[in-house]
């Protein structure tokens, strides 16, 4: 379980001369059920990459503290992993090395590491490009490496900031589902901040709003699963609930 609890965060900066302040989080309380999905969808700039970050143990909030199975998070953890909008790959590591890298990092077993290694990219289908380089994968591939390399060290809960902002329609959609698919399998908890109402929509248990660094909502999902974009799009609940998101924002 994860609780934000009275989480604000300001970042100084310098502007013609004078220390300005930003205020990108203010007073957000939070809690996030373990093996639950939820989405933050917001503006940008509401803070939504920094609750994350924050999460993940990369940025102390200025004020407040956010705690996973009631333990303060003093810095990053095994028990937590990131994924990024762009991969983020080592250019000089084969697909499976970089795969394998956190596992390294962990001094794992290497015979283990290996069979890790294998689940995962089987699991996200690159199995036959385990020898390549990331400039020989095509974006949405690239992604997929990253998503394995960060349930390669089977983390508690996944975080995942704008994972397929960058993708195209066809591939964010396929990636969307195949997230789902593994979330399915192993219920991790997840928290997946997007631009896109649908994609929140498609995968998520709650729908967290945010505008000008607070919660303005937490709109629940009961929409039944497994879910298929080309049939919730003509459901009258899904489109209630897509009418009711684009409102808030």
């Known amino acids: 379980m994860i609780e934000f609890r009275g989480v604000s965060h300001r970042y100084a900066a310098a502007r013609g001369g004078y220390l300005t302040t930003t205020h990108a989080l203010e007073d957000v309380n939070l809690i996030v059920p373990a093996r639950q999905f939820i989405s933050i969808v917001g503006p940008s700039g509401c803070g939504k990459t920094t609750l994350l970050r924050i999460v993940a143990g990369l940025v102390v909030p200025s004020e407040g503290e956010v705690a996973v199975d009631g333990r303060a998070v003093e810095g990053p953890g095994p028990d937590r992993a990131l994924v990024f909008q762009h991969a983020a790959l080592f250019p000089w590591r084969t697909v499976a090395a970089n795969v394998g890298f956190g596992l390294e990092v962990a001094r794992r077993d290497r015979a283990s590491a290996a069979r890790r290694v294998e689940r995962q990219l089987a699991l996200v289908g690159l199995s036959e490009f385990a020898d390549h380089y990331p400039n020989e994968l095509s974006g949405g591939m690239q992604q997929r490496v990253g ?60 729908v967290v709003v945010m505008r000008g660094g607070r919660i303005v909502d937490d709109v629940p999902v009961d929409l039944p699963r497994p879910r298929q974009p080309d049939e919730l799009l003509d459901e009258p609940e899904f489109l209630a609930l897509r009418r009711a998101l684009s409102e808030l924002l």
């Open 147 to 206: 998503l394995a390399r960060a349930l390669a060290v089977s983390p508690e809960i996944l975080l995942m900031d704008e994972p397929f902002g960058s993708l195209d329609a066809i591939t964010r959609t396929q990636l969307a589902e195949e997230l789902v698919h593994m979330w399915e399998h192993d219920q991790r908890t997840v928290v997946f901040v997007t631009h896109s109402l649908d994609e929140a929509l498609l995968l998520s248990d709650r």
